[in-house]
């Protein structure tokens, strides 16, 4: 019996950048003109013609929705040639679908691939997140603390004052009394409307955006793609999925879920060493806008390699009538 080739990073990671690539160039002829759907569609065509043409045995684990919500990219659709390692993907062709209908900033198309198993299997629910950057010992925030000592537990590992401490929350109805408590301490917040994947890679890269935390729920597949970045850029982060009834249970029951009160941290969502693309539609604070002109179309893409840490930011300059 012929031995499974291993999961080379090093040669997929060029491959898996054109692929978050060629789903931004698809939607950017949608930046801005108000068709969330069509938008999303065009960079889940793409995303999808581009990963068949790798040499991977892949099978989605984070994607568009259960097999009958999503024609394609669903959860458990195998891509690629089939000529090659077993690797698990997980996606967002467009995270931020309203930002790029609305020509908003931080919409990104982000993709992760690692060894066959080594990612969480998260349902399609809320989750419970709490992210913090590089540089400091585990578990110095954690999400059994009230909020405002998860501030002022930072500001002192960082030797600065609360008031210092910025954190991004998505604006919900459902975070009012979280925003208010944060507030109280003196931290300031940065809202976002949509894109929490880019809301946690934010706290990645502190001096860059300004960010320190995140905290909130949102989409538990988003916490594993926000997960893999962290992988690769570092930091910390929790999460613990939150169910809102009979059906959501029996959602992450199907997915192998057991333990329903789990606080996962980074390592436990992804559990080997990935890669991840995040290439940038609307321009945002870690990574510029896709810029059209006559006969060019112009990107940026950010590439990781967990294994070795490397960070690379690769521009794209590619005729409009080249593919």
Same mark, same amino acid.
Do not use: W
């Given at each position: /019996?012929?031995?499974?080739?291993?999961? +080379?990073?090093?040669?997929?990671?060029?491959?898996?950048?054109?692929?978050?690539?060629?789903?931004?160039?698809?939607?950017?002829?949608?930046?801005?003109?108000?068709?969330?759907?069509?938008?999303?569609?065009?960079?889940? +065509?793409?995303?999808?013609?581009?990963?068949?043409?790798?040499?991977?045995?892949?099978?989605?684990?984070?994607? %568009?929705?259960?097999?009958? %919500?999503?024609?394609?990219?669903?959860?458990?659709?195998?891509?690629?040639?089939?000529?090659?390692?077993?690797?698990?993907?997980?996606?967002?062709?467009?995270?931020?679908?309203?930002?790029?209908?609305?020509?908003?900033?931080?919409?990104?198309?982000?993709?992760? @691939?690692?060894?066959?198993?080594?990612?969480?299997?998260?349902?399609?629910?809320?989750?419970?997140?709490?992210?913090?950057?590089?540089?400091?010992?585990?578990? &110095?925030?954690?999400?059994? @603390?009230?909020?405002?000592?998860?501030?002022?537990?930072?500001?002192?590992?960082?030797?600065?004052?609360?008031?210092? &401490?910025?954190?991004?929350?998505?604006?919900?109805?459902?975070?009012?009394? @979280? &925003?208010?408590?944060?507030?109280?301490?003196?931290?300031?917040?940065?809202?976002?409307?949509?894109?929490?994947?880019?809301?946690?890679?934010?706290?990645?890269?502190?001096?860059?955006?300004?960010?320190?935390?995140?905290?909130?729920?949102?989409?538990?597949? %988003?916490?594993?793609?926000?997960?893999?970045?962290?992988?690769? /850029?570092?930091?910390?982060?929790?999460?613990?999925?939150?169910?809102?009834?009979?059906?959501?249970?029996?959602?992450?029951?199907?997915?192998?879920?057991?333990?329903?009160?789990?606080?996962?941290?980074?390592?436990?969502?992804?559990? %080997?060493?990935?890669?991840?693309?995040?290439?940038?539609?609307?321009?945002?604070?870690?990574?510029?806008?896709?810029?059209?002109?006559?006969?060019?179309?112009?990107?940026?893409?950010?590439?990781?390699?967990?294994?070795?840490?490397?960070?690379?930011?690769?521009?794209?300059?590619?005729?409009?009538?080249?593919?």
């Amino acid at each position: /019996m012929a031995k499974t080739p291993d999961f +080379n990073d090093r040669m997929l990671s060029l491959g898996l950048a054109r692929v978050a690539e060629q789903a931004a160039i698809a939607s950017a002829s949608l930046i801005g003109r108000g068709d969330e759907k069509a938008a999303d569609q065009a960079a889940v +065509n793409a995303m999808r013609e581009q990963l068949n043409l790798l040499d991977i045995a892949g099978v989605v684990v984070i994607g %568009e929705g259960e097999r009958d %919500e999503a024609p394609m990219l669903y959860i458990g659709e195998e891509v690629g040639t089939g000529n090659g390692p077993g690797v698990d993907i997980a996606l967002d062709p467009l995270e931020g679908t309203t930002l790029t209908a609305k020509d908003m900033p931080n919409a990104l198309t982000v993709i992760a @691939m690692g060894p066959r198993g080594s990612m969480l299997h998260a349902p399609d629910v809320y989750m419970d997140k709490l992210a913090i950057g590089p540089g400091f010992q585990e578990g &110095i925030v954690t999400l059994d @603390m009230p909020y405002a000592t998860r501030v002022s537990a930072l500001a002192s590992a960082k030797g600065c004052a609360p008031s210092d &401490i910025t954190v991004c929350i998505l604006e919900r109805p459902r975070h009012e009394e @979280m &925003i208010a408590e944060v507030r109280s301490t003196g931290a300031s917040i940065r809202l976002i409307t949509d894109g929490d994947v880019a809301g946690v890679m934010h706290c990645a890269e502190p001096e860059l955006t300004g960010i320190d935390m995140y905290m909130g729920s949102g989409g538990a597949p %988003e916490g594993v793609l926000a997960a893999s970045a962290l992988k690769c /850029m570092g930091g910390q982060i929790y999460g613990r999925l939150l169910f809102r009834n009979d059906d959501e249970r029996a959602r992450a029951t199907k997915a192998g879920i057991t333990d329903f009160d789990r606080v996962y941290a980074r390592d436990d969502m992804v559990t %080997e060493d990935v890669i991840f693309a995040a290439t940038g539609v609307t321009g945002g604070t870690l990574l510029p806008a896709i810029k059209r002109e006559v006969g060019y179309v112009t990107t940026e893409t950010l590439l990781m390699r967990s294994k070795t840490g490397s960070v690379r930011r690769m521009s794209y300059r590619n005729p409009t009538t080249a593919h």
